[in-house]
């Protein structure tokens, strides 16, 4: 599995009954997790100290419960700052379990000692974005949602990275790479985070079980002639690791040679040692 252990603003602090516990900068949430099928001894003294408490209701959804939290507070990644803020179905604005993907991506990038762009897709907030152009890369940044998008430009004014070599693009993400492809344009590291099912902002229906194929042959073929990696991130339950790596590996590795390695991604959990886990991703590099 790989973690992402080098936090500093956030931790997970315990894990049980289907809730996580975690610390966010100075303020602590609890927040369902449908992986802690497990019931533990809630001795963390944060059990009692919340700022924040989505309740999942039992007919879906649910909603925030808040003591004494601001709306809008941030934190910081090594040199990287985000923005989080509480709203619809439990999220913040942040998967901090990519930090892992971050970290390895950035060390290419930074290794490669040549200009990269680097297409970032179902972009969501651009902690990728953020993390590939601190890196050095410049980034086309690609989400449906003209809110995120918008919050990702504030993401990354606040990483310093205000003047830096980023697009940032509104569209639906499969039609955007059908249209690069048609423009001969090409990148050097493809990101990807596609969600098991979503709209498009002019209602494109995304289902990830029957589109991740055609959708990944789709971004090989805009892979330069010295690509550097290509990476598919999953919180798709069926979307295991051994099946990510057969997907990328069809289609990157037969035409541009390399490896693929696909794993579990997670965070550590504080009170009992173990490994939250949080989906899945796969790298190819050469």
């Keep these: 599995m790989w973690i992402a252990d080098n936090w500093k603003d956030y931790q997970v602090l315990d894990a049980s009954g289907g809730e996580k516990l975690e610390r966010w900068g100075n303020y602590i949430l609890l927040r369902p997790d449908p992986q802690v099928l497990w019931n533990t001894p809630k ?113 990354a004014k606040a990483s310093g990275l205000e003047n830096a070599p980023i697009r940032w693009l509104v569209d639906d993400c499969v039609k955007f790479v059908e249209r690069e492809i048609r423009r001969g344009n090409h990148y050097d590291g493809i990101i990807m985070d596609p969600p098991s099912y979503g709209r498009g902002p002019k209602g494109e229906i995304w289902k990830i079980e029957e589109q991740i194929h055609h959708f990944i042959q789709l971004c090989s073929q805009l892979l330069s002639d010295q690509p550097l990696f290509f990476l598919v991130n999953s919180y798709t339950t069926g979307l295991q690791p051994a099946v990510l790596s057969y997907l990328v590996g069809t289609e990157i590795v037969s035409k541009h040679g390399g490896s693929v390695v696909s794993d579990e991604i997670g965070l550590p959990v504080k009170e009992s040692g173990l490994v939250l886990p949080c989906g899945a991703s796969s790298r190819w590099s050469l």
């Design 43 to 155: 001795n963390a003294k944060e059990w009692k100290k919340l700022n924040g408490h989505y309740h999942r209701s039992n007919r879906g959804g649910g909603e925030w419960e808040f003591f004494n939290l601001p709306e809008q507070w941030e934190i910081h990644y090594k040199d990287l700052t985000f923005h989080l803020k509480p709203f619809s179905f439990k999220h913040t604005g942040l998967f901090p379990e990519q930090a892992t993907n971050w970290d390895w991506f950035s060390e290419l990038i930074k290794k490669a000692n040549r200009p990269i762009k680097v297409l970032n897709l179902f972009a969501y907030t651009g902690g990728a974005t953020c993390a590939a152009a601190k890196a050095g890369a410049s980034v086309t940044h690609v989400d449906a949602s003209k809110g995120m998008v918008t919050w990702a430009r504030e993401n």
